[in-house]
């Protein structure tokens, strides 16, 4: 995420411009990944463009994601290692379950689908506990909802080892502690959002 953020305007005509590029360029052969949904600085679609069209201008602040935090009857809260094959951030500690949402994708549609998808969890109820805009000072660098669920004790996770190397259950307590005795091995974005989640 740039200092600086597009005005709502600017922001219109550069989707506008990247969409009318992409539709020009689409038969390329290059592979974009997933389509995404551009929003402006009130959440609002303004537009939809191919995932590496929005990393490589610079647009990840007007996206959109989920960040599930799951826990169990015992109130731990399960903590996924990150895959060693990951790019970013290889043995590190992840949210339960985070999704980019798809295009036209509503927030809770997103959750669902990313614990059935990433830890093979279905039929739980997600409670929204938490919004954020981006905001650099708050840690924030998108648009995003947080949810919460509990498993219960029959309940299997059933994790891709492609992106998750183990699983966890730690506490609230233990999460607040490795926030400070090993900051730099989570997502940077991961205690303002623990927060939002715990400490609302």
């Known amino acids: 995420m740039t200092d600086v953020l597009l005005t709502d305007d600017d922001l219109k005509n550069r989707v506008s411009k990247l969409m009318i590029e992409f539709m020009n360029n689409v038969d390329d052969g290059s592979d974009n990944g997933e389509l995404q949904d551009v929003v402006n600085s009130k959440d609002e679609i303004v537009g939809t463009l191919p995932r ?3 990393w490589d201008n610079n647009l990840q602040a007007n996206t959109r994601v989920v960040n599930i935090f799951v826990v169990n009857s015992s109130k731990k809260i399960l903590l996924p290692v990150r895959s060693l094959k990951k790019r970013y951030l290889p043995g590190g500690f992840d949210f339960s379950c985070g999704e980019n949402l798809k295009a036209g994708e509503e927030y809770e549609q997103a959750a669902i689908r990313g614990l059935r998808e990433e830890l ?21 660098f998108c648009f995003g909802k947080v949810y919460k669920t509990e498993v219960g004790a029959g309940e299997v996770v059933k994790i891709n080892h492609d992106e998750v190397a183990e699983i966890r259950w730690v506490s609230q307590q233990e999460v607040k502690k490795m926030l400070i005795d090993q900051k730099e091995k989570f997502k940077r974005d991961y205690k303002s959002i623990f927060e939002l989640a715990f400490n609302s």
């Open 52 to 54: 590496g069209v929005i």
């Open 120 to 140: 093979g969890l279905t039929g739980l109820i997600v409670g929204l506990v938490g919004s954020f805009k981006p905001s650099l000072d708050n840690g924030f």
